[in-house]
């Protein structure tokens, strides 16, 4: 069984910076991907940023594309997200989770970590 904890979250101003934290508890070899969710108050969970297995490849939702950024320390078996110029629209729970898919088809999610950006 795989277990992920995100931390790093908190408040922050508007064009402040946060970088999140993804542990998982083993390296899992059939779930490669990792990848970053978030969902607001009311509304459905969204797809933010995923990361191969070496790091090569990556994918980002228009809507963060140039100010967040996905890394991953596979020898921690450790995610980051990196989030600069955050804007109050980014506040959310943020999740963190693994799979064979880079947007879909996830087998194993955090409890998520709060992200308050304040205007």
């Known amino acids: 069984q795989v277990q992920l904890v995100e931390s790093g979250g908190g408040l922050v101003q508007a064009g402040g910076s946060l970088r999140l934290s993804c542990a998982s508890s083993?390296?899992?070899?059939?779930?490669?991907?990792m990848g970053w969710f978030r969902q607001a108050p009311g509304k459905e969970r969204e797809f933010v940023a995923a990361i191969g297995w070496s790091g090569a490849n990556t994918d980002y939702a228009d809507s963060v594309k140039g100010r967040f950024t996905v890394s991953r320390d596979n020898a921690k078996n450790t995610v980051f997200l990196q989030m600069n110029s955050l804007k109050p629209e980014d506040t959310a729970v943020y999740y963190c989770?693994?799979?064979?898919?880079?947007?879909?088809?996830?087998?194993?999610w955090g409890q998520g970590t709060q992200v308050t950006v304040s205007s």
């Open positions: 083993i390296r899992t070899f059939t779930n490669p991907i």
């Open positions: 989770a693994c799979g064979r898919l880079f947007r879909t088809g996830y087998s194993y």
